[in-house]
């Protein structure tokens, strides 16, 4: 039976939720990111609003740069309660749908609705329905890619954005794939796409019809992605594994060596992941640090650990950690990110065993919760935080 996948991606997030909580900034370019003090500003956009994207700016971009091409934008900071919020909003629209859900980020999902399709009019019905409800419930648009797989479903949200609705069926699939760029494959690096470039092969059609010479020096990758470029993938929606995370970040005023300076950020970061996780009832397994250095060199460092957490003390030991482990050669920091995936539900217990300083920690952590819930955030900080972030 064919298998009928949509893949959901609000269009311009954060930028879409201001528009709407600000009638005022519907039409304008509006950025959502670091503060671009005049152009001298440090961080980098979050997303902007598709007004802004004809500027050429772009998520990622450092907000000196998206100064110096849309001056005469709305810049504001991230909101990420609110979005959080909108998020929750959402999900639950999908779950009217179906309960094969896989969120993948805050505004993009997966859904199965092979099954469920029939009870709202088809599959191509169910999509407009929840596109509907989704506007209803938020106020917001997005767009939608139906496809038999994660592939061709991710790539067909993508085409017709914003408020897009494009569907791929499985005789039309690989006609859909073939003219399409290679760099639209997932887990293709721009490494082994200069390689295939090299030898001619830039469209996932071109790499559908490579001979095994062609594929040569890519190891069992080759296959892999021959497979995908030939339309089969059998990825399930919920499969683990996922991009899944919660994470902050902040770029310094100044690049810095300062070890207390670090040190504190770092506390702060996880203390803020810390929170988000624990409000949205998620704990995580795998802690990622990220270090930029001056000249916008970016690394980044992972951890496992046997349990997953959300508790601040860890996850800013594992962090700390990570960084003393780090040689940034003398450079200094310009950015640090503190990251949580390998996402599972905050209750679920994973060992007999509980961590003996687990329940005082948690014990800690809803005392604190209570206060910055009655007096606000900066109201309490943990030992070595001693920041905003
Ligand atoms: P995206 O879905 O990549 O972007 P978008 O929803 O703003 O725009 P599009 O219509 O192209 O889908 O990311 C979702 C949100 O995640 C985005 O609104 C802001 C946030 N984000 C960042 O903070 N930094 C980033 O680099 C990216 C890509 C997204
Ligand atoms: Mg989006």
Known sequence: MERRIAHVDMDAFFAAIEQ?????LKGKPVIIGADPKGGRGRGVVSTCSYEARKFGVRSAMP???????????????????KYEQASRRIREAFYEFTPDIEQVSIDEAFLDITRSAHLFGGPLETCRRLKARVKELTGLTCSVGLAPTKLAAKIASDLRKPDGLVEVREEGLRAFLA????????????????????????????LAAARAPDLDGLGSHGPQ?????????????????????VGNEVTFEK??????????????????VSSRLRAAGLKGRTVTLKVRLEGFE?????????LATNYADVLAREALGLYAAFDRRRKKVRLLGVKVSGLLPAQEKESLFEDEGDARREKAHRAIERIRGRFGNSAIYRAGAKKDI
């Open 20 to 24: 709407r909580d600000d009638p005022s």
């Open 179 to 206: 003219p399409l760029d290679i760099s639209r494959l997932w887990g293709l690096g721009p490494k082994t796409a200069a390689v295939l470039r090299e030898r001619g092969i830039n469209t996932i059609g071109a």
């Open 63 to 81: 907000i000196s740069e998206a100064w110096r091409r849309c001056p005469g934008g709305v810049y504001l900071p991230p909101d990420l309660e």
């Open 298 to 306: 970016t690394h980044t460092r992972a951890r496992t650990l046997t």
């Open 225 to 245: 992605l021959r497979a995908l470029a030939l339309g089969e993938d059998p990825r399930e929606v919920r499969e683990e594994g996922e991009a899944k995370s």
């Open 255 to 272: 690049d810095t060596d300062n070890a207390r300076e670090i040190k504190e950020s770092l506390a702060a970061l996880a203390d803020k």
